[in-house]
């Protein structure tokens, strides 16, 4: 096969087959890029006033491998993944308090030292977890400019409204000339029905409007001037104004988790067609499913979810152990991304062994020599084209971890004498897990901190004390003293002194 010559560079041969599963249009797609080989791709990040959950996790994890394989085909990749650290309200409508102002009321601090902690706190589980960071980290805060021009822009098309000093988009207007619902498959008369009128709303013209500017009362932390009163943002406006700004008006790829198709992303339709005109502002939007947990929606109230950090510790009733970032990542790419998830102790101990499994015959590719004598090896460029095809059939993870297993099969028989591989046969299997289980499921090797091992042991202990510091700081004992006694178990001292933390190997 031909690869596809760019001004900008070469293209994958396989970049061609590469399809998606729309939201928008509810089936697969072949990607087809606005500006190829330049892609555009925008995920809804964190709204900053918690540590990050679990849910979080794999929502990122799953564009991460979008991003990487996107990458790997030769595409010029421009990853925007916003911060919320402004405008998303306790109601996740229009009503409530800011969920950052409440969090810093409670505490007695600055919004901005909330703001600061808990993005701390999402980079260091991102990193824990090998996700890459995107092209470019926007924050709401830094777009109040922007997001107001746009507003203006609403206005004057005739789609949002000015009230007591907020600013409200107008749904039925934009209906009259757009399909608003499209995304998530909502009927105008439908969400009538199912939307009642809420305290402090009155003032819209129909309960179905969302906030495009709240006038701010005088207990909220967070405001700024604009022309029609001191307030700030709607929370669904950030994403329209930084996804166009960085990506355009008209951008590839929009990702988030599935509960934010409506009304987050429909809303995001709406502002970006109500300013600038009738086109679809996203080529293909990819939604990721839930986590449950044995068979249970992961939330709470029901007291089975698990923050990373308990995931890791297993400080969690529901944990029979603790299990390693990379078996938790390995288990969740075993499920595909628009699929709900399950965990449960049997299949994160199925995925520790699995794992363990598919990195020792990693290892031993290291130390593969040519052979002469035995059964010879199957066809390992099919093997590599099925890894492709899995991928390309909407980032199919799971399907490619069943290739990889054939792959680990031919290496255990080559390495117990029962089959033989040339100089390229041995080449092709490493790169074929070069390239797929490192580059693109982004997984590598857990290592106790041998020599040779210093910057990653000092890496992985430094965001293990950043967990257990900031465990400190919420006054949760319970889970600091345990990292403590679990380190101390493994033969790690922690000592806390004046200038932080520091720790030593017995």
Known sequence: MDSTTTAAGTLSPFAKDLHLGNSLSREKERFEPYNPPYVGMYVCGPTVYSNVHLGNVRTFLTFDVVYRYLIHLGYKVRYVRNITDVGHLTGDTDDGEDKIGKKARLENLEPMEVVQRYTNDFHDVMRVFRILPPSIEPTATGHIVEQIAMIEKIIENGFAYEANGSVYFDVRKFAESHHYGELSGRKIDELQNQTRALDGQDEKRDPLDFALWKKADASHLMHWPS???????????????????????????????????????????????????????????????????????????????????????????????????????????????????????????????????????????????????????????????????????????????????????????????????????????????????????????????????????????EVICTLRSEAKANKDWATADLIRDRLTELGVQIKDGKDGTSWTFD
């Open 227 to 461: 022309p029609w009163s001191e307030g700030f943002p709607g929370w669904h406006l950030e994403c329209s104004v930084m996804s166009t700004k960085y990506l355009g008006r008209t951008f590839d790829i929009h990702g988030g988790g599935m509960d934010l198709k409506f009304p987050h992303h429909e809303c995001e339709i709406a502002q970006n067609m109500g300013a600038h005109g009738p086109e679809q502002p996203v080529r293909y939007w990819l939604h990721g499913n839930m986590l449950t947990v044995n068979g249970r929606k992961m939330s709470k109230s029901e007291g089975n979810g698990f923050t990373p950090e308990e995931l890791i510790t297993g400080n969690h009733k529901l944990l029979e152990k603790g299990y390693s970032p990379m078996t938790v990542r390995f288990f969740m790419l075993q499920g595909h991304y628009a699929g709900t998830l399950d965990f449960s102790n049997p299949a994160l101990q199925a995925a520790e062994k699995g794992l363990e499994r598919l990195m020792g015959a990693w290892g031993l590719l290291a130390d593969l020599k040519p052979c002469e004598s035995g059964e010879a090896a199957p066809d390992l460029a099919a093997l590599r084209a099925r890894a492709y095809a899995a991928m390309n059939d909407d980032f199919n993870t799971p399907v490619l971890i069943a290739v990889l297993y054939d792959a680990v099969k031919v290496v255990n028989s080559v390495a117990a004498g029962r089959m033989v591989l040339n100089a390229e046969g041995i080449d092709t299997l490493r790169a074929l897990f070069s390239d797929f289980a490192a580059d693109i499921l982004g997984l590598e090797q857990e290592v106790a901190g041998g020599a040779g091992d210093g910057d990653r042991t000092d890496g992985l202990m």
